[in-house]
């Protein structure tokens, strides 16, 4: 069947969350008397349509087919109908919300509470297809803790699609419970390779979750149980009546670090001012009996003698509010560090639920790899399957140490196990991918098919980052009827491949040292922050209400990768060099040149290409209060909390300043007869072919010798700052970069600005999110808040600084990664000791033998 081209349904209408109706509301300075920002909402562009649950009779039938509710305006809301139920969203996750490829499974780990198992529950699932998706040969299935709830074929390509399946009493279990989402599709018209990257098909966050009951018997135990935003994001709210001091704002980031661990959710949005209404997120009363005095239901907990949690009883249209006190600031303290230690650290709620719900919960952050070990993928949750497409696709997800060396010293082996049908084209084979690029490759040769047991895959660990890895297993498989493409034949449907679950990973033993500069450190285990020596310290030169939500999402997003609560020092000012290491949140303009300068920035460039952005206003996110998902975003596949409007000021970049004329030239003086006459003759003598080899041999040699010692002398020393400045991209509005401290990991310092308070909190609020988080690396990043886009500055020089126990087998693989990663050191050492060893060699051979006399 020839190609044909594909038109596109028309789009629809809007959907069941509307945008935001009002008038704009006024920023309040916060901690200081900077000037207020106004926050304006962004337009809501292409909102989207849906039609009511489609009913389900039995879990095997597919629904009836459903009418497209009628176009509405874009300025509109829609009425919600009275058929849709509040539902238990899903967390977000590393792996997003979009289902690609022939195959593919999305899974989320959702806490429940007793409560909530009371009466029949549902599972929701909205989403939206590609056009090239076949609805006739394509589904989408739904599983609970491994059982089959129901599947629907897929055909949502013009609209969003809400499908819901009844789940069987006793299904789900208090704790945390696994649900997952398989899609199986295949192209209407092609049959090609290439064709298999337009299949997908996106899970509308907003609308899809366990519809179950309100968590009404919520308590310190089952925090994990706060319900996420419609962008899978953990909402919490501070309330607040009074600017709070300083010391105050360190206990309160303090709590938000510790519910983002109680709640394991990888994605805090944090929010200072009235308290958070509906059923998402927590409200976090934070500070001493006399700061928090007057807070409706606070005298229900009596009196206040020492470190004091407690969960005040929901209230109708009001979000669960948590209260950390005590009489005194190192008793809120205490209270912080008891919150902390009920979540991850052995607390009552990472333990319980099903036993594929707690394997998932425990793997949200991938699998933890420590080095010399051997990994079966079974171990993952992936099992043995059969697949007759013509791409498969396995992802595995593992989380290396923070202070592993990415460097050319080993190899991880993969061992695959399976086999391949016969008939396949001359150019199958199996490609490996790690975190997006291609690692190795194993052609499937035999046209008679093969079984294998143990085929060898080396990959390389230069390409493995600290913190989380994604690692892409990719079977290519076309045959021959692939090139006329009978999509109804019943030769479709063979397998053409088998993957068996006895596959494994053997890990050798890791380099563990820190390189610096290099953010995937920061952004696996908050390093820096987490090192021996002085307080870390929080500084904010501008500490307005925005800046503060800022740094308070991301202190929380750290607390996450350390495992534990980050006692920050909230400040105005840097320290000295050798003071501690910083976080520095603030926007361009309030920070001192020298700081931007130090981190390898230029802030002349900078103030230019942010010039026309400096007035901007922006709010982070679209969803609920702030606004609408729109379909354009949901083909995009755009991190639900990176959208950015366009810019209202027209971007002004400055043009260079032209120099002052310089003066013209003096003329040199004409040659004398005797300089005419020496040139003349050195380009009438012929060279000696000899004598020339052998000065730029030496020339050569002493370079590469100067060029050694310098860096030898460099690595002493230890890192340093980048030399030259990072050009940052006109279409930033976030710029993450991190500044090696002179005396260790202690000493570094995080800059993280934008234009304005507004874009630097709706950035920031871009960053968090998993998707663009795991993919920081390099000594600088400069986020697009408006689609999540990331561009990366790799270090120029880089240092190795020790975090472990002095040992032999450590000292010898990181001296290995050293050399590795500095190849020129390397040659000059093996001709350095070549040389040695020639004179070594001469001088004993010198004295060997009968002379001739």
């Not at 309160?252 to 959710?265: N, Y």
């Not at 304005?756 to 968090?768: E, G, M, R």
């Not at 500055?793 to 290995?816: C, F, H, K, M, Y």
Request: glycine fraction near 10%; aromatic fraction near 4%; charged fraction near 20%.
């Amino acid at each position: 069947m020839a190609r044909r081209s594909l038109t596109r349904r028309s789009l629809g209408a809007a959907l069941l969350a509307g945008g935001l109706a009002g008038t704009p509301a006024q920023a309040q300075s916060f901690l200081g008397t900077g000037p207020a920002e106004r926050l304006t909402v962004p337009p809501s562009g292409d909102p989207l349509r849906a039609g009511p649950p489609s009913e389900r009779p039995t879990a095997e039938r597919p629904p009836p087919a459903e009418r497209p509710a009628a176009p509405s305006d874009a300025g509109r809301r829609p009425a919600v109908p009275a058929t849709i139920a509040a539902a238990r969203r899903f967390p977000a996750g590393t792996q997003g919300f979009r289902l690609a490829g022939e195959e593919d499974v999305l899974q989320f780990p959702v806490y429940l509470t007793e409560a909530q198992l009371r009466g029949p529950s549902r599972l929701r699932v909205s989403y939206l297809s590609a056009i090239s998706v076949a609805p006739e040969a394509s589904s989408l299935t739904a599983s609970v803790n491994g059982t089959k709830v129901g599947w629907t074929r897929i055909q949502a390509p013009g609209a969003v699609k809400v499908v819901e399946f009844a789940l069987p009493d006793g299904l789900l279990r208090p704790g945390y419970n696994a649900v997952s989402f398989t899609a199986s599709q295949r192209h209407r018209v092609d049959c090609s390779l290439g064709a298999t990257y337009e299949l997908w098909t996106q899970i509308d966050p907003s609308r899809s979750g366990l519809v179950v009951p309100p968590a009404s018997d919520l308590d310190l135990r089952s925090l994990a149980a706060i319900e996420p935003d419609d962008s899978g994001a953990l909402p919490i709210g501070l309330p607040l009546t009074e600017k709070p001091g300083p010391e105050r704002v360190e206990r309160m980031i303090g709590a938000v670090q510790a519910v983002a661990l109680v709640g394991r959710l990888a994605r805090p949005a944090v929010s200072f001012g009235p308290p958070l209404t509906g059923r998402t997120g927590i409200n976090l009363v934070v500070g001493t009996a006399a700061e928090i005095r007057g807070t409706e239901g606070l005298d229900s907990l009596g009196p206040i003698t020492g470190p004091k949690l407690a969960l005040l009883p929901t209230r109708e249209g009001r979000a669960p509010t948590l209260v950390v006190t005590g009489p005194t600031g190192a008793d809120v303290r205490q209270a912080i560090a008891q919150l902390a230690g009920s979540g991850d650290a052995g607390g009552a709620s990472a333990a319980t639920g099903t036993p594929a719900g707690t394997r998932l919960a425990a793997l949200t952050r991938g699998y933890p790899i420590r080095g010399g070990e051997t990994l079966g993928l079974d171990a993952l949750g992936i099992a043995s399957r059969e697949f007759s497409g013509r791409l498969m696709r396995i992802t595995l997800e593992l989380r290396f140490p923070a202070d592993f060396v990415p460097a050319d010293y080993g190899k991880v082996m993969l061992h695959l196990a399976g086999g391949y049908a016969a008939g396949l084209e001359p150019d199958a084979q199996i490609v490996v991918d790690i975190n997006g690029k291609n690692a190795a490759s194993l052609p499937l040769p035999a046209s008679r098919g093969e079984l294998f047991s143990d085929s060898a895959i080396p990959l390389p660990l230069s390409l493995w980052r600290p913190g989380l890895n994604r690692v892409e297993i990719t079977a290519q498989l076309p045959v021959a009827a692939d090139r006329t493409c009978d999509t109804l034949a019943p030769g479709t449907k063979h397998s053409r491949f088998l993957f068996l679950d006895r596959t494994n990973l053997v890990v050798p033993p890791l380099a563990r040292a820190v390189r610096s500069p290099d953010l995937a450190a920061i952004k696996a285990g908050a390093v820096p922050f987490t090192a021996p020596g002085p307080r870390p310290r929080l500084v904010l030169p501008t500490p307005d209400r925005d800046t503060v939500e800022a740094a308070a999402m991301l202190a929380g997003r750290l607390a996450i990768a350390a495992g534990r609560v980050i006692d920050f020092e909230a400040s105005p000012e840097e320290r000295a060099a050798g003071g501690g290491a910083s976080l520095v949140v603030a926007p361009a303009r309030a920070l001192n040149p020298l700081t931007l300068t130090a981190a390898g920035l230029d802030p002349d460039q900078i103030r230019r290409i942010w010039e026309g952005r400096a007035e901007t206003v922006a709010t982070p996110g679209q969803f609920g209060a702030a606004g609408v998902l729109t379909l354009d975003r949901l083909r995009r596949n755009v991190p639900m909390r990176c959208a950015l409007p366009p810019m209202t000021v027209p971007l002004r970049v400055a043009a260079p300043a032209t120099p002052p004329p310089s003066p013209p030239p003096r003329s040199a003086p004409p040659p004398s007869e005797g300089d005419l006459l020496a040139r003349w003759g050195a380009s009438l003598q012929t060279p000696n072919p000899l004598l020339a080899a052998l000065a730029g041999a030496w020339e050569r040699t002493t370079g590469a010798a100067a060029t050694l010692w310098g860096m030898a002398a460099e690595r002493v020393r230890g890192p340093a700052a980048a030399t030259g400045a990072v050009e940052v991209g006109p279409q930033a509005t976030l710029v993450v970069a991190e500044t090696p401290g002179a005396t260790g990991l202690s000493d570094s310092s995080l800059l993280v600005t934008a234009p304005n308070p507004s874009i630097l909190k709706a950035s920031v609020s871009c960053l968090v999110d998993p998707v663009v988080w795991t993919r920081l690396s390099g000594r600088a990043a400069f986020l697009d808040a408006a689609d999540g886009g990331l561009t990366l500055v790799a270090p120029e020089r880089t240092g190795l600084i020790r975090t472990q126990p002095w040992s032999l087998a450590n000292l010898r693989l990181v001296s290995a990664a050293w050399l590795s990663l500095n190849p020129t050191v390397y040659v000059g050492m093996t001709l350095l000791m070549a040389l040695c060893l020639g004179l070594t060699t001469t001088s004993l051979v010198r004295h060997l033998g009968r002379r001739n006399r």
